[in-house]
């Protein structure tokens, strides 16, 4: 079997083994979405770096407690998002939306205004691209984290629930409202 | 990855469209290098394991092994071998005492003497009670010490003719043995055994024989001392009428 042809979790394991280009090939192969995932919520590139360098060394250094049986995306953003959390913990909690908890659906007047307010100027799709990047970025901390786990990495309920530590049902309310909330800012 | 989306319902696929639409930034070449390098580093630092004994059940492993290693295999080892003493401990071989270098050596004695006496066509039991029980006994001295010595001295007194080398001294070899088995000389008696074995070495037959020749060379108190220690061994082989009457003529000539 060719190398790109190999899951993800054979190729830890033989990266485990000592086979350094295995882990070559995981990295390739997950690079971009891992970098995005940082970029896209934190918007700086400094820090996007630093935490995605920081993510890939724990899972070296991690590689010999790697078990098979967890799924090697769910493992890899676990740390991810672990690493982001402290990272906002650090700076402190972003004023209105970062503070609240949309999973209850209660969004905040203010917040739902804001969020509905339709943007002037949208003549095209570029500005809408970018429009949508903003409103990603203006979506509540976990809600925000769902949506980048589905739609960057390509992950389920199921698996963001488990990458993020939350029951199913919370990781799928989650995405319903980050979804309703692009939905009505992109419409 | 990434070109894998999950199915979304129609009305999110135009936020499907435009989040594909979106830059696809990537880490700097600085930090894929940083990254890979560490990787490299990482398992060429450390030796490849995997498998059951990798990680931290290699410890725990480690532990349990050095446990049966204490528990099982030392005591057995010390069974086998006795308590590991210090060389500078042991005596030195050359200052060991005879009895206790001769009894090691006590069982390759009589072993040899017995087997002289096989090669000589002279059965053991026949030849001497205590060279069997010797060499069936010969572990310790203080059981040699508790053997009764009464029966081997009425074998040498009986089997040693006078004029013969093994009959000097015969008396004080008797008294010699029961010294020495007293005193736990197991060298001494090893010796004793392989003398005995010398002593004895003439058949009744042969005993007789030698009784005729101290009569021919007219030591007739020898002689007749010798018969009755031979009649005290054997009272009922049979002697010829002529050797009996030898005897009594020269004991009524004296």
Redesign the interface.
């Given at each position: 079997m060719d190398d790109a042809d190999e899951n993800d979790e054979a190729l830890m394991l033989r990266y485990q083994a000592g086979d350094a280009v295995a882990f070559e090939v995981l990295y390739q192969r997950h690079r971009g979405p891992v970098y995005r995932f940082f970029l896209r919520q934190i918007g700086d590139v400094g820090i996007s770096e630093e935490l995605y360098q920081e993510t890939w060394m724990r899972v070296i250094g991690a590689r010999l407690r790697y078990r098979k049986r967890a799924r090697f995306t769910t493992w890899i953003y676990r740390i991810a998002n672990n690493l982001l959390i402290d990272h906002w913990r650090r700076v402190g909690a972003r004023p209105g939306v970062d503070s609240l908890d949309f999973d209850s659906g209660n969004t905040p007047a203010a917040a739902q205004v804001d969020l509905n307010r339709q943007p002037e100027g949208l003549a095209d799709d570029r500005a809408r691209v970018a429009e949508l990047l903003k409103r990603i970025r203006q979506l509540p901390r976990n809600q925000r984290v769902a949506f980048m786990l589905h739609y960057e990495s390509g992950m389920s309920v199921e698996q963001i629930a488990d990458a993020t530590g939350v029951k199913r049902e919370t990781a799928k309310s989650r995405l319903r409202y980050a979804m309703a909330t692009l939905r009505e800012e992109i419409a | 990855?990434?070109q894998?989306?999950?199915p979304v319902p129609p009305?999110?696929e135009?936020?499907?469209s435009?989040?594909q639409?979106?830059d696809?930034?990537?880490?700097?070449r600085h930090?894929?290098a940083?990254?890979?390098a560490?990787?490299?580093r990482?398992?060429?630092a450390?030796?490849?394991?995997?498998g059951p004994f990798?990680?931290r059940w290699r410890v725990a492993l480690s532990i349990a092994a050095m446990f049966v290693m204490a528990i099982v295999v030392v005591p057995a080892l010390w069974d086998v071998s006795g308590p590991a003493l210090d060389s500078d401990s042991l005596p030195d071989s050359s200052a060991m005492t005879p009895a206790a270098t001769s009894s090691d050596n006590a069982p390759a004695k009589i072993q040899a003497g017995t087997s002289e006496l096989k090669a000589r066509g002279v059965d053991e039991h026949e030849a001497t009670p205590s060279a069997a029980r010797l060499r069936a006994k010969p572990e310790t001295a203080s059981s040699l010490s508790t053997t009764p010595v009464r029966e081997e001295r009425a074998t040498e007194q009986v089997l040693a003719p006078s004029p013969l080398p093994a009959q000097v001294g015969a008396s004080q070899s008797q008294k010699a043995t029961a010294n020495e088995i007293d005193g736990i000389a197991a060298d001494s008696v090893a010796r004793e055994a392989t003398t005995q074995s010398t002593v004895i070495d003439m058949n009744p037959q042969q005993q007789l024989d030698n009784i005729k020749a101290l009569l021919d060379q007219g030591r007739v108190d020898e002689a007749r001392d010798a018969f009755k220690r031979f009649r005290s061994v054997f009272p009922d082989y049979p002697v010829v009428d002529e050797l009996q009457r030898s005897l009594d003529i020269r004991n009524n000539e004296n």
């Open positions: - | 990855m990434n894998r989306q999950p009305e999110d135009r936020i499907t435009l989040y639409r979106l696809r930034p990537e880490p700097g930090v894929d940083a990254i890979l560490a990787s490299r990482e398992v060429g450390r030796p490849r394991l995997s990798s990680g």
